[in-house]
C-alpha cells in the first residue's frame, strides 16, 4: 500500500504539474542569480515590475502543459523607498556576489501604465501610493527547498522533474510492452524458423548494454531532446517481455481450449488476441511495473551524465549532476540529496508495487490460500 500511496501521490504531481508549482514559467526556468546556491527555507521580498512587451497570452491548456512566461521582472530587495513618483530600491546582496548598485525605478515602469493616466485617486499621497506598491508590486518570496546554482526554485523543478520520470517510464512501459509482445508471441505462436530468427535478434540486444544501446538510438534520431529519451530507452526494455511472452505462448498454445479452437477453424488472430493473450496478463503487468522502475533509473543516469533530458528541462538526474558540482560547498549537500531521494522513493515504490502484483498473480500462492 505504501508503494501505491506514493506512486498516486507522484501522479497527482504530474498531471497538475505547472498550476502547484511556486515557478509556473516554462521549465521552471525563472533564474534570478542574486539568489543563487539558497539553503531551504530562505525567503526573501521581491519588487515585480511589468515588462515593457507583455508575452502573449496563453489559454488554461497552454500553461498546464508548458507554463507561462512571466509577465514581469522579479528582483529581490532589501529595502524600497517612494519618493514622488520614483521608486528607490535597495537590491538584495548575495554574499557571493559584488553589492549591487541602488536602481530607481518611475511608477509607470512598476506597473506598466502611463504617468499620464495616473488619475486615480489612491496614488495622491505617497503613504495611498506605498500602499498600493506593497500590495500588488511587492511580494514575499519562500523558496521552501532553496534554489540551484543559477538561483532557480529547487521546489518546482522537482515537481517538474516527476512529470518527466513518470512520462519516461509511462512511455518506455508502453513500447517496451507493445514490442515485447509483438515479438515474443511471433516466436512462441509460429515456432519454427520465425522461433529461431527472433530468439536471435532476442540475444543480440540482450548482449548490448542498454546505456550503449540508448546512446546509439540518440545518435540514430541525432537529437537529445525529451521525446528522444523516451523512444530510446523503451526501445531498449523490450527484450525480457519478449521472453516472458514467448514462454508463455510456449505453454499456453498446448493447452486443449487452443487445441479445440484450431479444430473449430478459429483463425490465428483471434486465438491469439482473444484466448492467449488475456491470460498473460498477471505477468506482463508484473514486468511492466519493474520496466517502470528501470526506466526512470536508465532516465536518471542518462541524464546525470548529459546523455539523456537536455537543459533548461528540469530531470532528477541533471540535477543531481548539477549537485555533485558543488559538493563541497554549503549547498552542495542538499542540491544532491533532494532529487536523489526522489530517485530512490519512486523506484522503490514502484518495485514494492511489483512485488504487491507478482504475489497477487502467483498462482502458487492463490493454491495455498483457497
Known amino acids: 500500500m505504501f508503494g501505491l500511496a506514493v506512486i498516486v501521490f507522484a501522479s497527482l504531481i504530474a498531471v497538475l504539474g505547472y498550476l502547484i508549482m511556486p515557478d509556473a514559467s516554462p521549465n521552471a526556468n525563472n533564474s534570478l542569480v542574486q539568489l543563487q546556491k539558497k539553503e531551504p527555507g530562505f525567503s526573501v521580498k521581491m519588487l515585480r515590475i511589468k515588462k515593457p512587451n507583455n508575452p502573449a497570452p496563453t489559454n488554461p491548456w497552454q500553461k498546464w502543459l508548458f507554463g507561462e512566461e512571466l509577465p514581469y521582472e522579479e528582483i529581490p530587495l532589501q529595502s524600497f523607498q517612494i519618493a514622488g513618483s520614483f521608486i528607490r530600491i535597495n537590491p538584495y546582496i548575495n554574499v557571493h556576489a559584488l553589492p549591487d548598485k541602488i536602481r ?136 525480457d517481455v519478449a521472453r516472458i511472452v514467448r514462454g508463455q505462448f510456449l505453454s499456453l498454445k498446448e493447452k486443449t481450449y487452443i487445441e479445440a479452437g484450431k479444430v473449430l477453424g478459429l483463425p490465428q488472430n483471434r ?40 537543459p533548461p528541462a528540469p530531470s532528477w538526474g541533471m540535477m543531481v549532476n548539477e549537485g555533485f558540482q558543488l559538493i563541497g560547498t554549503r549547498a552542495g549537500l542538499y542540491l544532491v540529496l533532494l532529487p536523489s531521494l526522489c530517485i530512490s522513493m519512486l523506484v522503490l ?20 490460500n483457497a
Open 104 to 239: 530607481i525605478f518611475r511608477v509607470n515602469e512598476v506597473f506598466g501604465f502611463k504617468l499620464s493616466n495616473l488619475d486615480l485617486p489612491e496614488l495622491s499621497g505617497a503613504a495611498a501610493l506605498e500602499q498600493k506598491v506593497m500590495k500588488e508590486a511587492v511580494i514575499h518570496k519562500m523558496y521552501w527547498l532553496g534554489t540551484d546554482r543559477a538561483g532557480r526554485d529547487v521546489l518546482s523543478r522537482l515537481l517538474l522533474g516527476t512529470r518527466i520520470s513518470l512520462g519516461i517510464g509511462l512511455i518506455a512501459v508502453l513500447i517496451s510492452v507493445s514490442l515485447g509482445i509483438l515479438v515474443g508471441a511471433a516466436a512462441g505462436y509460429f515456432g519454427g524458423l520465425v522461433d529461431k530468427a527472433m530468439l536471435f535478434l532476442i540475444t543480440v540486444v540482450w548482449s548490448i548494454p542498454g546505456i550503449m544501446l540508448v546512446i546509439a538510438i540518440s545518435l540514430a534520431f541525432d537529437s537529445r531532446g525529451v521525446w528522444v529519451s523516451f523512444v530510446a530507452v523503451g526501445l531498449t526494455m523490450w527484450v
Open 271 to 310: 486465438l491469439i488476441f482473444r484466448h492467449i493473450l488475456p491470460n498473460m496478463i498477471g505477468p506482463l503487468i508484473v514486468i511492466g511495473t519493474a520496466n517502470f522502475a528501470a526506466a526512470i533509473l536508465m532516465e536518471a543516469g542518462l541524464s546525470f551524465l548529459g546523455l539523456g533530458v537536455q
Open 349 to 368: 515504490s514502484f518495485n514494492l508495487l511489483g512485488n504487491g502484483l507478482r504475489d497477487a498473480y502467483d498462482p502458487k500462492l492463490l493454491i495455498n
